[in-house]
């Protein structure tokens, strides 16, 4: 039982916005030709119940991904920096609003 | 990169509940049996519109069939989210595909079950996806970071599917004597085949010990079978449907209903390929992909020449 020798076609990657004014966030993926056909799938994937107002898709090969085991060397050092965060500071007994 | 200290940060990572992610370090077993179980789950939703399809031009109302259609087309989209799941751990569609269709790769031994008439509908969305919820619900927490997201979006859209079946059957339940009759007629069929769907007994089955330690099984069939018992009696009960088993009863101790012997005889029968709709499943399934080839080759064929085009005016 032979099948045909077919492709299945690029992976794409999908972003949703779910309301106006919201970020678009990663949804999933779909196969796609171009990027009209993308544009469908990732509509009737992912769009069914009303899911969006909005969809982004980018060939997955464009993307590039920090490596996990870099994970220490990007993302410690922020750990050290707690004066980027408000409640490193005190604040003199009853300031208001601040 | 395969050492003693890959291994066991691993295993730390899943022992504190973290999840793991494609391109983090994955022993090659824990990858080989995410890609059988993720791949076997894919082919299963997508065998599944089969039983359901053959009723899509006989629904017995245009809401039925409405209801019918946007179920379908439900699991064909959770064959898409368990297939990209399962790419991410390096198998390709094709792979899958071909193993599907040389039966390297199995699907769900359910829906080698005939479809026979519209109380069926009601049995497969009531039992056979009431008992896939349960199995969903527990791999939601499961450790591979893709196939758990794909689970959240199942669980979410799932609900439906049972109760449209619930709905199916209560109505016949309601209806003339004959309408209760083939209803009572088609719980009789799937009620034991839905139990099956969970697998063997945990005394059973040698696949589980890995699964559970790498907690991409986080609870044991007979765990997840039990669930579904429980839930399911109340349900048939309040219909006026009989469970088709003596046994079943009331374990006061226990807090569980007690059940009678599944028959595995019938269940490796089935698996070996001589249920009544293998064939005509995966016959099916060949023919369909064979002769939507054009279709792929003429998307392939525009994709060249728009960008032979577009090199022609940079160029
Ligand atoms: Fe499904
Ligand atoms: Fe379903």
């Known amino acids: 039982m032979k099948t045909t020798n077919d492709t299945q076609f690029d992976l794409w990657e999908v972003f949703i916005q779910s309301k106006p004014g919201l970020p678009h966030i990663h949804a999933g993926n779909v196969h796609a030709s171009d990027a009209k056909m993308a544009l469908q799938n990732a509509r009737d994937t992912y769009t069914r119940r009303g899911e969006g107002t909005s969809i982004w898709v980018v060939p997955s090969a464009n993307i590039r991904a920090s490596n996990p085991d870099?994970?220490?060397?990007?993302?410690?050092?922020?750990?050290e920096k707690m004066f980027r965060h408000p409640?490193?500071?005190?604040?003199?007994?009853?300031?208001?609003n601040i | 990169m395969h050492n003693e200290h890959t291994d066991q940060h691993f295993q730390l990572r899943i022992d504190t509940e973290g999840h793991i992610e494609p391109r983090d370090y994955m022993p090659e077993g824990y990858r080989k049996h995410l890609i059988r179980q993720?791949?076997?789950?894919?082919?299963?939703?997508?065998?599944?519109?089969?039983?359901?399809?053959?009723?899509?031009?006989?629904?017995?109302?245009?809401?039925?069939?409405?209801?019918?259609l946007a179920k379908i087309q439900d699991e064909g989209?959770?064959?898409?989210?368990?297939?990209?799941?399962a790419e991410t751990l390096g198998i390709s569609r094709e792979e899958m595909i071909e193993q599907l269709h040389s039966g390297k790769a199995k699907y769900s031994n359910i829906f080698n079950y005939p479809a026979l008439n519209w109380a069926d509908i009601g049995a497969i969305g009531w039992l056979v996806d009431g008992a896939a919820i349960v199995n969903q619900v527990s791999l939601q927490r499961t450790s591979y970071g893709p196939y758990s997201r794909a689970m959240v979006?199942?669980?979410?859209?799932?609900?439906?599917?049972?109760?449209?079946?619930?709905?199916?059957?209560?109505?016949?339940m309601n209806g003339t004597k004959e309408q209760k009759e083939m209803a009572?007629?088609?719980?009789?069929?799937?009620?034991?085949?839905?139990?099956?769907?969970?697998?063997?007994?945990?005394?059973?089955?040698?696949?589980?010990?890995?699964?559970?330690?790498w907690k991409i099984k986080r609870e044991s069939n007979d765990t997840l079978r039990q669930k579904f018992i429980d839930k399911t009696v109340q349900q048939a009960e309040l219909i006026g449907l009989k469970i088709p088993d003596n046994d079943i009863k009331w374990n006061e101790k226990t807090e569980h209903y007690d059940h009678g012997e599944i028959d595995w005889n019938e269940f490796h029968r089935v698996?070996?390929?001589?249920?009544?709709?293998?064939?005509?499943?995966?016959?099916?399934?060949?023919?369909y992909h064979n002769e939507g080839a054009w279709v792929r080759e003429a998307a392939a064929a525009y994709k060249t020449k728009k960008l032979k085009k577009e090199e022609l005016v940079i160029g």
């Open chain 2, 184 to 213: 009572q007629d088609a719980m009789n069929r799937w009620w034991w085949p839905a139990l099956m769907m969970f697998g063997p007994h945990d005394k059973d089955s040698p696949h589980t010990g890995d699964a559970v330690k």
């Open chain 2, 271 to 287: 698996i070996k390929g001589n249920g009544p709709c293998n064939k005509q499943r995966m016959d099916h399934h060949i023919k």
């Open chain 1, 87 to 96: 409640t490193f500071y005190t604040m003199p007994e009853g300031a208001k």
């Open chain 2, 153 to 172: 979006r199942i669980c979410k859209e799932e609900s439906f599917h049972q109760r449209q079946g619930y709905e199916i059957m209560a109505k016949m």
């Open chain 1, 70 to 79: 870099d994970h220490e060397m990007l993302f410690d050092p922020s750990n």
């Open chain 2, 77 to 85: 989209g959770h064959g898409l989210y368990l297939y990209s799941a």
């Open chain 2, 38 to 68: 993720i791949s076997q789950h894919a082919h299963s939703e997508v065998i599944g519109m089969q039983p359901e399809g053959n009723w899509i031009t006989r629904a017995p109302s245009l809401r039925a069939k409405q209801i019918l």
